[in-house]
């Protein structure tokens, strides 16, 4: 097992997690490609369509994608902008509301089973872990010297930044 790279076993997490949000999110109509946008919006509504790729690091295509979909079924809604009339600030509707229990169901599901078998301190441990892994690999990615940097888009998550800050 020493010899699997990191890369494969994070790969081979993402395509399971993946399988099973598509497998759940497709009784409810809809997509893994969906499920994360809702999770964005269900904290963070008003937010742009390049905000929610930068979060989700997915390209703005396949966000345009997800956010059509999720608008034809009745479950955002896009308001222009009053201070900026060339960008548009997406809403969760009252149905898509209503939805979002179920998505947030479908969450805490998805991450029991991946952490299953794990103590509290071994799943905070692991989160916080896999927060730097992330980071590291982003900033890795995009470099400070590239014209498309940003900031990591979870550098402010309050529990793992309190947990790193602990350490």
Known sequence: M?????????????????????TKMKEL??????????MVLSH?????????AWRLLIDKGSIARAVKILEDK??????????NRRAVLIYLTETGEQLIPEVLKIDQELEETTLSGLTEEERTHAKVLLHKMAQNSYEAAYG????????????SCNMVQIQLEKD
């Not at 109509?29 to 809702?38: E, I, Y």
């Not at 963070?44 to 929610?52: A, P, S, Y």
């Not at 479950?75 to 201070?83: A, G, M, W």
């Open 2 to 22: 020493d010899n699997i790279p990191i890369g494969a076993l994070i790969s081979m997490t993402y395509r399971s997690n993946f399988v099973m949000v598509n």
């Open 29 to 38: 109509g809809l997509s893994a490609g969906q499920f994360f946008v809702l």
């Open 44 to 52: 963070d509504q008003g937010i742009t369509q390049d905000t929610l």
């Open 74 to 83: 009745g479950f955002i809604r896009r308001i222009t902008d009053e201070s």
């Open 144 to 155: 400070k010297n590239d014209k498309k940097w940003k900031e990591f888009p979870l550098k």
